[in-house]
């Protein structure tokens, strides 16, 4: 069948222009969707990428620490691998904070319903939520940085071993103002090097982590000793029960 055709001004023929609506120009939500879509791509890429990197490297600093660092002019961090911190050490920021550390993935559910049940009082995070706090995220209570703690703690517990986790949990946690992990803790209060540590002297720092800005180490006050009594046998129990054994 063939297709009408109009004639020009100057005589020539021209296909008729097709009846029918234009083309629609692209859909303000589709648009939205599509890039909202790659942003979280990118997102969950990126976090992968981190949560690799440092399952190799030591992580060169952390918001918390960054942000110290500008208050204060200067903070005091000296990265020791593992292998060069007396194993009670170990053993006791583990039994100080986490007991059930080598039995769950990331999320201790007893801890967190005694934590809820007690109005708060105590926490409920696990060494893996705390370091995933401290290495990528921010301090502070908002539903946003637990939501992403949330999300990122079980890659770090997939990505990295049991003792990489207790290793830069020691490394970046806060002893003192302005004092980060343990080589310069135990330099800091002891005058030791972390290899050096005893078990009263591994105790005493787990027991100040908490609150170390109020506590001291090498001048505990009665309710520091207390606990660091506590956490040194916590330390002996999880060594003897096989509970310490996924990270030694």
Same mark, same amino acid.
């Given at each position: ?55 190799? #490297? ?16 200067? =903070? ?17 920021? #583990? ?31 696990? =060494? ?15 539903? &946003?940085?637990?939501? &992403? ?20 949990? &020691?490394? #970046? ?57 506590? =956490? ?17």
């Amino acid at each position: 069948m063939r297709v009408a055709k109009a004639k020009t001004a100057k005589g020539k023929a021209t296909p008729a222009k097709a009846t029918g609506k234009a083309r629609p120009g692209p859909r303000p939500i589709r648009w939205l969707k599509r890039w909202v879509w790659r942003g979280l791509f990118a997102a969950v890429v990126f976090v992968a990428m981190m949560v690799g990197l440092y399952a190799l #490297v030591p992580p060169p600093t952390t918001i918390y620490m960054w942000q110290e660092k500008q208050r204060l002019g200067s =903070i005091e961090q000296i990265w020791v691998a593992a292998d060069d911190v007396a194993p009670v050490m170990l053993r006791s920021v #583990v039994a100080a904070e986490d007991a059930n550390y080598c039995t769950h993935w990331g999320f201790d559910v007893t801890a967190l319903r005694a934590a809820i049940e007690g109005g708060g009082q105590r926490g409920g995070s696990t =060494i893996s939520q705390q370091v995933v706090k401290n290495v990528y995220l921010w301090h502070g209570r908002t539903y &946003l940085r637990k939501a &992403l703690e949330a999300l990122i703690t079980p890659a770090v517990e997939a990505a990295w071993s049991k003792r990489r986790i207790v290793e830069v949990y &020691l490394n #970046v946690a806060e002893f003192d103002e302005g004092v980060f992990g343990i080589g310069a803790a135990s330099q800091h209060y002891f005058g030791l090097r972390p290899s050096q540590l005893n078990a009263t002297q591994a105790a005493r720092l787990a027991a100040i982590l908490p609150a170390p800005k109020s506590r001291s180490a090498s001048n505990p006050s009665n309710f520091v000793r207390r606990r660091a009594a506590q =956490i040194r046998d916590g330390a002996a129990t999880i060594q003897r029960d096989g509970r310490a054994d996924c990270f030694e």
